[in-house]
């Protein structure tokens, strides 16, 4: 008995159960660009200083901004990126949930930021910032120090007002060199203190202090300095408490730098 | 623009032509997934996972590979196994336990036109995927390949690498079975 193999002329017309053929649903291919990030979703976010629209696609968050209206930010956020941009209701759970903790000082929440396109030392300059613990502040010097680029404070300065994504990268932490509050790109400097104070500093008696010339803080029982607001620094006693006004005039007094928050010899700004 | 020329562009410019990439295929990736699996939420997510893994492939390859890609092949292949590993995961499929002879879905006077028509065809087309999805993996997977998403037997002996003659067979016995599971049940006209 032959076996037969050739099938019978309808079984061979393509299309025999082309009525089973049904297009996807939109949102599929929608999906795909973002989780790949060729296009983004934007969802607002409640913050203290008001409504934020947080941008972000498969690779992580885009954008953060600020904007009573949605439309307008999607706008904005697309001519920036060049991605299509579409809002949401709501970004999704692990993400707000994430950026949540995040706010409230869990340093370890890990949040993906989808930072293309931008410079190398943009990167390292947020990188740095991500690393100052809420309710604490450094200066730009600092962070031109620590990433090996001691001369470059204005570009640091210029860097943290590219930030595309303030609060995520806490560039709100990190203040001008003379210790005042200085600029803030997410609606200007009244919303840095607003932040500041509710992570539990006092603006105004920062600046009084760095006013008085001091920029640092050290311990007469431990003789290590700090910058003022490190955590180590702030459980010293009063009575213990030493100011000085540079890294070289704690030296000189036999104190050693804080192996946590690294004071640094900062270059005077330009 | 024909896959040939889509992979000619991909490989040139991968992010500028993804989304076309996209759009031509993602029916295709979704009437496969739908049909092999017989569920619209997994087929929506095999779909989306299969093009997401293409782009991520695509990302990682030399240009003269993209080239050569027979994309609606590879696609597929990608699809069927994904929705292989999650059949394999997953209690298998529910089967139509449903009456599938029964009155009250008359002969559709002409549906095209007219909106209670098109419901019943809608109906009928749920109904015909389930026998489909009832069928063995075996005979189900070549007869969607050929039959729901027009592949050739040549892309189909490459998705699947049995030798075409042997599928050719799977593809007739298949659809015989179809033919024998929607006997009285007024679905044959489907199976053209």
Known sequence: MTRHVHAVDADDAPGALSSLTVAAPAHVAEDVLVEVGLADRMAPFDSPIGQLWVAWNGRGVSEVDLADDGPAAVIRHQAQCGRRTTLAAALPDHLADAIVRRLAGERRVRIPLDLRDRTEFEVAVWTKALEIPRGEVRPYGWIAAEIGRPKAVRAVGTALGHNPVPLIVPCHRVVRTDGTIGQYSLGGPGNKRTILAAEGLDPDALEDAARRGERLAGSTTTRIVCWPTCRHARRTQDRYRISFRSLGDAAGAGYRPCKVCRPTAIETEA | ?192
Request: include cysteine; aromatic fraction near 4%; proline fraction near 5%.
């Open chain 2, 1 to 192: 623009m024909d896959d040939t020329q889509l992979a000619e562009r991909l490989a040139r410019d991968l992010d500028g032509t993804f989304e076309a990439l996209v759009h031509a295929h993602v029916d295709r990736c979704h009437a496969i997934a739908l049909r092999v699996l017989g569920n619209s939420q997994d087929a929506e997510e095999v779909a989306q996972d299969a093009l997401v893994r293409a782009y991520r492939a695509l990302g990682g390859w030399p240009p003269e590979r993209i080239r050569e890609l027979r994309l609606r092949g590879w696609l597929a292949t990608i699809v069927v196994n994904l929705c292989r590993n999650r059949v394999r995961r997953h209690v298998p499929l529910t089967t139509p336990l449903a009456p599938l002879v029964e009155g009250g879905s008359g002969p559709a006077a002409d549906a095209s036109t007219d909106p209670a028509g098109l419901i019943v065809l809608a109906e009928r087309r749920d109904r015909l995927g389930a026998l489909l999805a009832a069928l063995p993996e075996r005979y189900r997977i070549p007869v969607v390949l050929r039959h729901v998403a027009d592949l050739s037997y040549a892309e189909l002996s490459s998705v699947l690498g049995r030798p075409e003659g042997t599928l050719k067979a799977q593809v007739h016995r298949g659809l015989a079975m179809l033919r024998v599971a929607a006997a009285g049940t007024g679905l044959e006209e489907l199976i053209a």
